[in-house]
C-alpha cells in the first residue's frame, strides 16, 4: 500500500486504503468502497477475491475470514497483491490485438476490392483463403471434405498444373509467374509469392490469377486479321 505501520493500526480500512479515504466530500461510513465484500465475508464465511486501483497501483485484495472457537466469524484477514505490471501487459495486449483486428480489416477489405483471384496456399495447394473475386468466379475454397486445392478451383484436371507455379515458388523460395490454359477455356496469368517463416522456409504461397482469356483472343484476331 506503500503506507508505514503507524498510519493503518487501529484505523478503518476505508479511511487508509479506500477508495474514498482522500475524499473530503464524504465522512465516516460514506468513504466504505464501492466495490467491498467483507460484509458478505463475515456472513458468508468464505474468502473473496477482488481486483482494485489504489494511488497509481492496481491490487488483487484477497479477503480470508478468521474464525473463533465457536466458528463464527472473528476478524478478517487482507492479502495485497501488486498486479500492476501485469494488468498493465493486459492492457497492452489488448490494444495490440484490437490495432491486429483492424489491420487485418482493412486488408482483408483492400484484397476483396481487388478484380484479380488471390488465393492463400498450404504446401499441399490447399487455399487457406481466397478473396471475394476468387469465390465468385472460382467458387468457395470449402467443401463438405474440407479445404479445396487451387487446381480444383481452377478446374485443371484435379492435379496440379504441368509447370505449377505455386510449387516452383515453394520450392525455389522465389516469385514466379507465368500463364495456366484450363480446360473450362479460361487463361490464366499467375504470380506466386512465397511467404517465409522466421528460418527463411516457405511455409505459404500467395497465388494472384488474372483472366486474360478475352486479352490473348483479342490479340490473336488483331494478328490474324
Known amino acids: ?31 466504505i468502497c464501492s466495490f467491498c465484500k467483507k460484509e458478505g465475508c463475515f456472513n458468508s464465511k468464505k474468502p473473496c477475491v477482488i481486483e482494485r486501483p489504489l494511488k497509481d497501483r492496481f491490487l488483487r485484495v484477497k479477503t480470508i475470514p478468521q474464525m473463533d472457537e465457536k466458528g463464527e466469524t472473528h476478524h478478517l484477514l487482507e492479502l495485497f497483491e501488486d498486479i500492476t505490471e501485469s494488468k498493465l501487459a493486459e492492457e497492452s495486449l489488448r490494444e495490440s490485438e484490437k490495432k491486429c483486428r483492424m489491420l487485418s ?26 478473396n ?5 468466379t472460382m ?18 484436371e484435379g492435379k496440379p498444373c504441368g509447370d505449377c507455379h505455386a510449387l516452383n515458388c515453394f520450392r525455389t523460395g522465389e516469385p514466379t509467374s507465368g500463364k495456366i490454359s484450363c ?7 499467375s504470380d506466386a509469392f512465397p511467404v517465409k517463416d522466421e528460418q527463411g522456409g516457405v511455409n505459404k504461397v500467395i497465388m494472384i490469377y488474372r ?15
Not at 477508495?19 to 465522512?27: G, Q, V
Not at 467458387?139 to 485443371?156: A, I, N, Q, V, Y
Open 183 to 189: 480446360h473450362d477455356g479460361r487463361i490464366w496469368a
Open 1 to 31: 500500500t506503500g503506507m508505514r505501520e503507524e498510519e493503518l493500526l487501529g484505523k478503518p480500512c476505508y479511511e487508509t486504503v479506500g477508495e474514498y479515504a482522500n475524499d473530503p466530500t464524504k465522512k465516516g461510513l460514506e468513504k
Open 132 to 136: 471475394k473475386y476468387a469465390i465468385n
Open 211 to 225: 483472366d486474360v482469356t478475352e486479352e490473348i483472343k483479342l490479340r490473336e484476331e488483331t494478328m490474324h486479321a
Open 139 to 156: 467458387g468457395s475454397p470449402l467443401s463438405e471434405t474440407g479445404r479445396r486445392s487451387c487446381f480444383d478451383l481452377l478446374k485443371h
Open 105 to 130: 480489416q482493412e486488408y482483408h477489405t483492400l484484397l476483396d476490392a481487388i478484380h484479380n483471384a488471390i488465393f492463400l496456399l498450404s504446401p499441399d495447394l490447399k487455399v487457406i483463403w481466397a
